[in-house]
């Protein structure tokens, strides 16, 4: 027991967690944390980006690419009101971040203070975030403080990881007490939960059975970081692997066996293989609408035709969506280390499934024969597939992509093969416009040896431009791939095919002849000290790209792409209750 003030214990427990970094942005609620944490600047460093939302989208990819987590400071009121997208964001995609917010003194609850928000309660930010975090505290004492600290962090970290909110008074910052620091949290994965013997050996029995299986694997399998055992079981028992986008490079995506994206914007095999299985092991993935087609039969699943063994740490997930015939709640990588030892203890003597894979390989020769040749083709505005193509043959293996929203990242989750777990970071569940400008800083800070890309479209990136400064201030070399298709344009194409090719607030115009308009990327990167260049011919990209990723300075690149080339559908995606009728406007692909 010492005595010390509230203040200290927080930042004492971060440094004994190991917590390298706060992305915090102050006010006068959270002063008192800033000043313990200038005592500890040689253990914690602060990074002030210029709004709290790109302090969130930061921490969140920090944790995403080294499975280890980081704090956020805000202030009370609106300081912290600016998280809760990046919260919510963090949430639907099980990353983990501990939210620091600040809130008015406790002598003042209720008496509406400066920044108090108490319609319905007093110094009510608990009610405003707990929707989009695991779990809120508000220790409103100095006593209060430790063990608000490690459940924060246990909540955090154990089973499904998520964000959690610390929600801390002014005066307990200030305050002091006589307590005790608690002990480190155990990290992410120090617990892990099993399948019990029974459900394994059903497991192995269905899926030994099948004719034509297929996994299907999500953040799940990234998280609980079991690509070597997914990559054996997948050789071992010759089984295509269908990703959704956070499960990238799990299986390096140029296996053979990789079939990558499923959904409307997925792969032609990835849907065929999906509809057509008998038996699907999804681990760790949870059937959104973006990866189910909507849940439209026939599209990319066929439940229940098709057998389900369904594995899962959160019980929420088991048949959300489809009912499993084999329902497994269990840690991806406890599950797969038991299915494997399951299935050497049985060394299965397998049919080839050679009309499996044949069938597979046509289905993945008629859509390259069908996609290629646009690979090649050199254009001005630039063709979609080029810059794809591009980043693939610039970037090494271990390279970050920070995706953010929008057609632009339609084209990465189609074409995009990720060579290894936590290289392709996506704002998959929620869709939150800045999180790859913003989280690619975040990226490179988690991992400053490795090249680090956002690649951002024109309207994301004039969300969150200020990350320019940022990553000057820091000296964050991170390069910016600005998808410039002037516009909004993944919604531009639901108005176009929705609506009778009425369009109406998703295009950027200025003047009478509604001439598109964007700022100069490339000028406005220079006024903030970042290199830059704007690049309109196909033929100039890749040394483009080249020479930002070399420069290992913060470096902006304004590339203007075709915003009429949309990419191929080959599952569905509907919106209620507009009829499935192909409604986004764009060309379906079917084999020839
Ligand atoms: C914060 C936020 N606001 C709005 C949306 C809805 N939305 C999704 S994609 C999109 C357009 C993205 O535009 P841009 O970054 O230029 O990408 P493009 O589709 O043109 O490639 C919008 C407005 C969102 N997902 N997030
Ligand atoms: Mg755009």
Same mark, same amino acid.
């Given at each position: 027991?010492?005595?010390?003030?509230?203040?200290?214990?927080?930042?004492?427990?971060?440094?004994?967690?190991?917590?390298?970094?706060?992305?915090?942005?102050?006010?006068?609620?959270?002063?008192?944390?800033?000043?313990?944490?200038?005592?500890?600047?040689?253990?914690?460093?602060?990074?002030?980006?210029?709004?709290?939302?790109?302090?969130?989208?930061?921490?969140?990819?920090?944790?995403?690419?080294?499975?280890?987590?980081?704090?956020?400071?805000?202030?009370?009121?609106?300081?912290?009101?600016?998280?809760?997208?990046?919260?919510?964001?963090?949430?639907?995609?099980?990353?983990?971040?501990?939210?620091?917010?600040?809130?008015?003194?406790?002598?003042?609850?209720?008496?509406?203070?400066?920044?108090?928000?108490?319609?319905?309660?007093?110094?009510?930010?608990?009610?405003?975030?707990?929707?989009?975090?695991?779990?809120?505290?508000?220790?409103?004492?100095?006593?209060?403080?430790?063990?608000?600290?490690?459940?924060?962090?246990?909540?955090?970290?154990?089973?499904?990881?998520?964000?959690?909110?610390?929600?801390?008074?002014?005066?307990?910052?200030?305050?002091?007490?006589?307590?005790?620091?608690?002990?480190?949290?155990?990290?992410?994965?120090?617990?892990?939960?099993?399948?019990?013997?029974?459900?394994?050996?059903?497991?192995?029995?269905?899926?030994?059975?099948?004719?034509?299986?297929?996994?299907?694997?999500?953040?799940?399998?990234?998280?609980?970081?079991?690509?070597?055992?997914?990559?054996?079981?997948?050789?071992?028992?010759?089984?295509?692997?269908?990703?959704?986008?956070?499960?990238?490079?799990?299986?390096?995506?140029?296996?053979?066996?990789?079939?990558?994206?499923?959904?409307?914007?997925?792969?032609?095999?990835?849907?065929?293989?999906?509809?057509?299985?008998?038996?699907?092991?999804?681990?760790?993935?949870?059937?959104?609408?973006?990866?189910?087609?909507?849940?439209?039969?026939?599209?990319?699943?066929?439940?229940?035709?098709?057998?389900?063994?369904?594995?899962?740490?959160?019980?929420?997930?088991?048949?959300?969506?489809?009912?499993?015939?084999?329902?497994?709640?269990?840690?991806?990588?406890?599950?797969?280390?038991?299915?494997?030892?399951?299935?050497?203890?049985?060394?299965?003597?397998?049919?080839?499934?050679?009309?499996?894979?044949?069938?597979?390989?046509?289905?993945?020769?008629?859509?390259?024969?069908?996609?290629?040749?646009?690979?090649?083709?050199?254009?001005?505005?630039?063709?979609?597939?080029?810059? !794809?193509?591009?980043?693939?043959?610039?970037?090494? *293996? %271990?390279?970050?992509? #920070?995706?953010?929203?929008? +057609?632009?990242? &339609?084209?990465?989750?189609?074409?995009?093969?990720?060579?290894?777990?936590?290289?392709?970071?996506?704002?998959?569940?929620?869709?939150?416009?800045?999180?790859?400008?913003?989280?690619?800083?975040?990226?490179?800070?988690?991992?400053?040896?490795?090249?680090?890309?956002?690649?951002?479209?024109?309207?994301?990136?004039?969300?969150?431009?200020?990350?320019?400064?940022?990553?000057?201030?820091?000296?964050?070399?991170?390069?910016?791939?600005?998808?410039?298709?002037?516009?909004?344009?993944?919604?531009?194409?639901?108005?176009?095919?929705?609506?009778?090719?009425?369009?109406?607030?998703?295009?950027?115009?200025?003047?009478?002849?509604?001439?598109?308009?964007?700022?100069?990327?490339?000028?406005?990167?220079?006024?903030?000290? !970042?290199?830059?260049?704007?690049?309109?011919?196909? *033929? %100039?990209?890749?040394? #483009?790209?080249?020479?930002? +990723?070399?420069? &290992?300075?913060?470096?902006?690149?304004?590339?203007?792409?075709?915003?009429?080339?949309?990419?191929?559908?080959?599952?569905?995606?509907?919106?209620?209750?507009?009829?499935?009728?192909?409604?986004?406007?764009?060309?379906?692909?079917?084999?020839?």
């Amino acid at each position: 027991m010492s005595r010390m003030k509230g203040a200290e214990v927080i930042t004492e427990y971060l440094i004994k967690q190991k917590i390298p970094y706060v992305f915090g942005i102050c006010g006068h609620g959270n002063v008192g944390l800033l000043d313990a944490l200038y005592d500890a600047r040689e253990q914690i460093k602060l990074v002030s980006p210029r709004h709290e939302q790109v302090a969130a989208h930061m921490a969140d990819a920090y944790f995403r690419v080294r499975h280890e987590p980081v704090a956020t400071l805000t202030s009370c009121g609106p300081g912290s009101c600016n998280i809760i997208m990046p919260l919510a964001l963090a949430l639907s995609d099980s990353s983990a971040l501990l939210a620091i917010t600040a809130n008015v003194p406790t002598s003042q609850f209720n008496r509406s203070p400066f920044q108090e928000i108490n319609r319905h309660f007093q110094a009510d930010f608990p009610s405003i975030v707990r929707p989009v975090v695991k779990r809120s505290f508000q220790p409103t004492r100095v006593d209060m403080l430790p063990l608000a600290l490690r459940k924060a962090m246990a909540t955090m970290l154990a089973g499904r990881p998520g964000p959690v909110n610390l929600d801390v008074p002014f005066n307990v910052f200030q305050e002091e007490d006589d307590v005790e620091v608690p002990a480190a949290t155990p990290p992410l994965n120090a617990q892990r939960s099993g399948a019990a013997p029974e459900e394994i050996s059903a497991a192995a029995n269905l899926f030994l059975a099948a004719q034509r299986p297929v996994m299907f694997v999500g953040h799940g399998v990234t998280l609980s970081e079991a690509s070597e055992e997914l990559t054996k079981l997948a050789h071992q028992l010759h089984v295509p692997v269908i990703s959704s986008p956070n499960g990238f490079g799990c299986l390096d995506m140029t296996d053979p066996l990789s079939l990558g994206f499923i959904g409307r914007n997925g792969c032609y095999a990835a849907n065929e293989a999906g509809r057509r299985a008998d038996v699907v092991m999804a681990i760790g993935a949870r059937f959104d609408d973006r990866s189910a087609s909507s849940w439209l039969p026939g599209y990319s699943w066929n439940f229940p035709q098709t057998k389900l063994i369904h594995v899962d740490l959160d019980p929420a997930e088991l048949g959300r969506n489809y009912s499993p015939d084999l329902g497994i709640l269990a840690d991806a990588r406890t599950f797969l280390r038991q299915l494997l030892a399951e299935v050497e203890r049985r060394a299965p003597q397998r049919e080839a499934m050679t009309a499996w894979h044949e069938d597979i390989r046509k289905w993945q020769e008629s859509w390259d024969a069908f996609v290629k040749p646009n690979f090649e083709v050199h254009a001005s505005p630039i063709r979609p597939e080029r810059i !794809v193509a591009d980043c693939q043959a610039v970037l090494p *293996e %271990d390279a970050i992509l #920070a995706c953010d929203v929008g +057609v632009n990242h &339609n084209w990465y989750m189609q074409f995009w093969k990720a060579r290894r777990p936590q290289t392709m970071l996506n704002s998959w569940g929620f869709s939150g416009m800045g999180f790859g400008a913003a989280g690619a800083l975040g990226a490179k800070l988690a991992a400053p040896d490795r090249p680090c890309v956002a690649i951002a479209g024109d309207g994301c990136f004039a969300m969150v431009p200020h990350v320019l400064c940022t990553a000057v201030e820091y000296d964050i070399p991170v390069v910016w791939v600005i998808w410039n298709n002037f516009g909004w344009v993944s919604i531009r194409d639901i108005q176009l095919g929705m609506f009778q090719r009425r369009e109406l607030g998703t295009m950027f115009h200025s003047g009478a002849n509604k001439t598109p308009y964007n700022p100069d990327f490339a000028g406005w990167a220079r006024a903030s000290g !970042v290199d830059a260049l704007t690049v309109k011919r196909s *033929e %100039d990209f890749k040394d #483009a790209l080249e020479h930002a +990723v070399k420069s &290992n300075r913060p470096f902006l690149l304004d590339v203007h792409v075709d915003a009429e080339i949309r990419p191929p559908a080959t599952g569905a995606w509907q919106l209620p209750p507009t009829p499935y009728n192909e409604p986004v406007f764009g060309q379906r692909f079917l084999p020839t």
